[in-house]
């Protein structure tokens, strides 16, 4: 078998296509694009809606929690669509123009204050913003696994993404404190309220990002995909289906969920955290949400060669223990007097940082493997469906860390015209940077090891799928 695999893979039979660095890149920048708009959103708009736009946390939350119903709704037919579609630019590829147009507008949309404090504002720009990363984001992920079926491929091309996603992050984790400085420059050191800054900061990521989602388009070439004839039935219905017969998609889907309810928990509170908690200045920000980001440089080019090592399950387990570790440290220095030191503080934040960037960054490798596992259950390689079955679950994740922050700031009495918060306000805010996202960091553990699609065992099942196309 090891023998016909390698013949396989190095003739480039239909289906195993070795990727070129500029394909690699190509590929990573639609993840850096989307990275720049909507981390952008995930770490700073519930700031800006109660800091500067002037919505209460309660009536926030609620609205996120809103937002990520309607995607319930959306996305699948968003999967669907694109499964039985064929646009003149490319099955997945065409919707990073078509949807990252629109995604931009309403990104910059949602830090416009010509309405502040309108809910109906903030409802229709966020469900439009969320919409549309919907329409760029479910092809984007279908176009992962229209490129290759080599695992080692994928592997490569995961590990470049990740860097460039994180590149993203970094841009928007340090990034954002110091363009918001370049539009306010005064002489306050904490974060900017003025709105005016919100809006030109938003402006100039936004477009970015549409640069490079239009680079990512003329990268690409879908060549692992389903013949029209083969999708032209597919159904939304077909999503519940593939939940209920696809086993390891329901393992990932789950992992997903409380992966990004760990991220997007930790991220909404970082502003609060340096602010409140530490006292910190805009500079301190962006310090510390750089390093969200920093490890991804360091760690993500060697995933590769740390699978090898330690096997797929290892490095989860590896790297989410390893997180664990960073949030306890985190919070040790944030209560400890005698360790309540900034650089501390960086530390703890480097550890966690670096289980969280490379186990929630290897799991976007996962999502081929079960789109062949269906593909090899039931025929048909349903891209758009799955990826919109994980969008659900990693949206669902997301809800949380909308609605989640909202809920316990408004619980522990989160005062925003109050430069000094409550003892019991910080504490809230130390739970929702370490002690929540731990505790889904556990579970996650618990999730992923039940996944049972080892390397030889998809490697298995992708030649015996390119096996079947041959005797057709």
């Known amino acids: ?252 889907a789950f992992f997903f969920i409380t992966s990004f309810a760990m991220m997007s928990i930790g991220n909404a509170a970082g502003a609060y955290y340096i602010n409140y908690n530490l006292g910190g200045t805009a500079g301190e920000l962006s310090i510390f949400m750089g390093l969200g980001s920093i490890p991804a440089f360091i760690f993500m080019p060697m995933i590769p060669a740390i699978k090898k090592m330690v096997g797929k399950k290892g490095m989860f387990y590896v790297f989410l223990i390893t997180a664990i570790i960073g949030m306890a440290m985190l919070y040790a220095v944030s209560v400890i007097e005698p360790l309540k030191k900034m650089w501390l503080v960086y530390i703890a934040q480097f550890v966690k940082s670096t289980g969280v960037i490379v186990a929630t960054g290897y799991m976007w490798a996962l999502v081929p493997e079960v789109i062949s596992f269906g593909e090899y259950t039931h025929g048909r390689r349903i891209s758009g469906i799955v990826n919109a079955l994980t969008g659900i679950f990693y949206k669902a994740g997301m809800a949380l860390g909308g609605v989640v922050p909202g809920l316990v700031l408004a619980f522990v009495g989160f005062d925003k015209d109050s430069a000094v918060q409550t003892w019991f306000a910080q504490q809230g805010i130390l739970w929702l940077v370490a002690v929540i996202p731990a505790i889904m960091l556990a579970l996650g553990m618990y999730i992923i090891s039940k996944y049972e699609l080892e390397d030889d065992v998809i490697d298995k099942i992708n030649l015996e799928i390119e096996s079947r196309h041959k005797n057709n």
Request: glycine share 8%; charged share 15%; aromatic share 12%.
């Open 1 to 252: 078998m090891e023998m016909a695999l390698n013949t396989v893979k190095t003739s480039e039979s239909k289906g195993f296509y070795k990727l070129s660095m500029l394909q690699c890149v190509g590929f990573g920048s639609g993840d850096l694009a989307q990275n720049l708009i909507y981390q952008t959103i995930s770490m700073y708009l519930l700031f800006f809606y109660t800091n500067v736009y002037g919505l209460d946390p309660a009536v926030a939350a609620v609205m996120f929690l809103i937002v990520r119903i309607i995607d319930v709704i959306w996305d699948p037919l968003v999967g669907t669509f694109v499964d039985k579609h064929d646009p003149r630019m490319g099955k997945y590829r065409s919707y990073l123009i078509l949807g990252g147009v629109p995604l931009t507008g309403f990104a910059i949309l949602c830090f416009w204050n010509g309405f502040s404090g309108s809910l109906i504002y903030a409802y229709v720009t966020y469900v439009g913003l969320s919409m549309c990363y919907t329409l760029v984001n479910v092809p984007y992920g279908a176009l992962n696994a229209s490129l290759t079926r080599d695992t080692a491929e994928i592997t490569k091309l995961t590990s470049v993404r990740m860097f460039m996603a994180n590149v993203g992050g970094l841009a928007v984790g340090m990034g954002i404190p110091v363009v918001l400085k370049y539009f306010d420059p005064s002489e306050s050191t904490d974060v900017s309220m003025n709105d005016s800054a919100w809006l030109g900061t938003m402006t100039l990521y936004g477009c970015i990002g549409l640069l490079l989602l239009m680079f990512c388009f003329s990268q690409c070439r879908e060549r692992v995909v389903m013949d029209k004839s083969e999708t032209e039935n597919v159904k939304v219905s077909d999503l519940w289906m593939e939940f209920v017969h696809n086993r390891p998609l329901r393992i990932l």
